[in-house]
């Protein structure tokens, strides 16, 4: 497979100081550590070109763009194509949608539903055969899901940390593997953060860096790589409902490789991005241009993470003002970043169902309500080429499918000091 292979095709770059990295043999690499403030590793490949591998399965199609080392099975692919029922109603000339679920009629096979498919392949992927630490991830409930059925079919260890409300959401359609581990905690996605953190410095553990893993970044990438394939060029306009923002992070850094190429228009991509009320971080940021995030206390963050839309969109910690980070993709593309709030999502994921004809995950339905939004504003014009990011979708259609199966968490903890070392016992138990 084209990029895949015993000499690594790709090198780590920082952007704050351009310093460059051989990828270390356990391909757990996170960070610079020169002397400067925090800044996101950027993957240089061999290649300047989209090499694409037409016998590649899944994302490993354009392993060519991916910092991986291997193959690993399961994974679906994003699924692009140009809409008309739904861009008829909305008015829009030219509307592209990147659906990453279960559409089977779209030929769209992810089956934990969500583009987190994408990225734990790809961390996955990362790693080297034989690799023996538990991957520690923190998660608001889809990124879970998707990293514990990838362990499961790999064999790799992960243990995922979620906030305890976000336990509905978790199910596999694979047979769950010894060592896909669930911890849940009371309290809100920070808090699993936090607890993710602490038990990933533990012996016999690493952090899977969030954000600041480049496989993860790249992974969720490919969904701008399936639509160049699928457009011929870049959209003049990116739409995605953002928590961290690392989705629309990978977006920015993929077009700028797109754009090198010189096969797929040299333009930039405006972002539209957008978040659930009450939850508006980021919004607030931008609106303010200032790097800084606004200060929200610990009790009102969980207060207006419990009560949004979509929950995984609630992120006290998002990669804002780091360099590399969302808020120098919004300096370098320009677009907006604006709220919608919960009535409007709801009616946006009923006007996708009546027009294409399946069910969609809160968090795109938030990302419909926000380009409905845009073009209202006039900040997208109905005659403009537009890719709307829909990362989530045909979970009811998944679920009325068969073998889907509800996971029970390994360990319940309050959030407190004895936290860390109960789920540091639990991986004693399993390794």
Known sequence: MTGVGT??????????????FDEPADGMLLACDAGHGPALLRAEYASGRL???????????????????????????????????LAARLGMDEL????????????????????????????LARLPEGFDRFLVVASAGNTARAFLQAASRVGVPVLAVVPRSALPMLWLTVDRGPRA?????????????????KVAARAGCSPEGGARNVARRDGMGTVLLAAAEAMGELPRHYVQAVGSGTGAIAAWEMAARLRRDGRFGGSPMELHLVQAEPFTLLCDAWRARRRGLPVMPAEEARRRSAEVHAPVLANRAPPWGIAGGLFDAMIDCGGTLEPVGAADARRAGALFEECEGCDL??????????????????????????????????????AEAGDVHRLEPDLVVDRGPDAPSAAGRLVEERR
């Open 7 to 20: 000499a690594l095709h790709y090198s780590l770059v920082c952007p704050a100081c351009g310093r460059r």
């Open 51 to 85: 090499d694409v591998d037409g016998d590649g399965s899944g994302i490993f199609r354009w392993s060519a763009w991916l910092p991986v080392r291997r193959v690993v099975p399961g994974p679906g692919r994003p699924v692009v194509f140009r809409s008309q029922r």
């Open 96 to 123: 592209w949608l990147a659906f990453s679920g279960w559409w089977p009629e779209r030929a769209a096979f992810m089956e934990t539903c969500s583009f987190k498919e994408l990225e734990a392949a790809a961390v």
């Open 181 to 197: 581990l669930l911890v849940a905690v009371d309290g809100d996605y920070a808090d699993a953060i936090e607890l993710a953190g």
């Open 361 to 398: 995950d809160p968090a795109a339905e938030v990302a419909l309500a926000g380009l409905e939004r845009a073009l209202g504003s006039g900040a997208i014009g109905r005659g403009d080429r537009v890719l709307l990011n829909l990362t989530g979708g045909g979970g009811r259609r998944r």
